[in-house]
């Protein structure tokens, strides 16, 4: 791939108290044409202070920090460049941690132990509207929701149509569904007809309140 044109790089910055975390990503951004590392930061503070006057496309950051946590940081970086995107890159896979950051605003929620062109292209996926997950935090927010919904008994919907609904919710769209859940795009979108009609609503949102009501 040719170097993009420098206005066109995609801007990222990276939160981590790992010196090792912050050159490893350091060294992929500036060997990926189409994107730039504006800037490797140890904690929060320092990120909001650099930030303010030379802000990111994307912000990388991790969970675990000594100054401010990572969930508790991603409203105070929203706060200064709302159009800023923030995604997730940790180690930890607690459904509390998951459900916390997408909340706080987080635009994807990637794990360390991904490969780095895996890394690549969740931040390509967030630029372009979508939300990316590492399969394995997917599945388990899939699996979140699931267990309330068959402890409820309710049989209308099935541990497939459930899922669907559920990724749809926390933003992954149907390409990102199809993906998560190994189907195709097409399966996605009947399988989102077949919801609406069994609970006789004609939008995602109605479809999940009326799950919520009734799951």
């Known amino acids: 791939m040719e170097p993009a044109p420098p206005s066109t790089r995609i801007r990222v910055a990276v939160i ?10 350091t060294a992929l951004l500036s060997q990926t044409p189409d994107m730039v590392c504006v800037g490797a930061y140890p904690g929060v503070v320092q990120a909001l202070s650099c930030l303010l ?50 909340s706080q605003g987080a635009s994807g929620y990637l794990l360390k132990s991904e490969a780095p062109s895996a890394i690549l292209e969740g931040i390509r996926d967030v630029m372009g ?3 990316p997950m590492s399969p394995a935090i997917a599945k388990r927010v899939v699996l979140a929701f699931q267990k309330p919904a068959r402890a409820a008994g309710d049989p209308s919907l099935t541990e497939r149509e459930l899922a669907i609904l ?25 399988a989102v007809r077949k919801i609406y009609g069994k609970l006789q609503v004609h939008s995602l949102l109605e479809a999940l309140e009326r799950t919520r009501r009734h799951p």
């Open 129 to 131: 509207g979508g939300a």
């Open 16 to 25: 981590d108290d790992s010196e090792a975390a912050r050159k490893m990503l």
């Open 166 to 190: 559920t990724l749809l919710e926390v933003g992954r769209g149907y390409k990102g569904t199809a993906t998560d859940l190994g189907i195709s795009l097409n399966t996605v979108r009947s």
């Open 53 to 102: 006057t030379e802000p990111a496309d994307l912000v990388l950051i991790d969970l675990r920090m000594p100054d401010v946590d990572g969930i508790a940081g991603i409203p105070m970086l929203r706060r200064i460049h709302p159009e800023m995107q923030i995604v997730v890159l940790t180690r930890f896979q607690e459904e509390s941690d998951i459900f916390q950051a997408l």
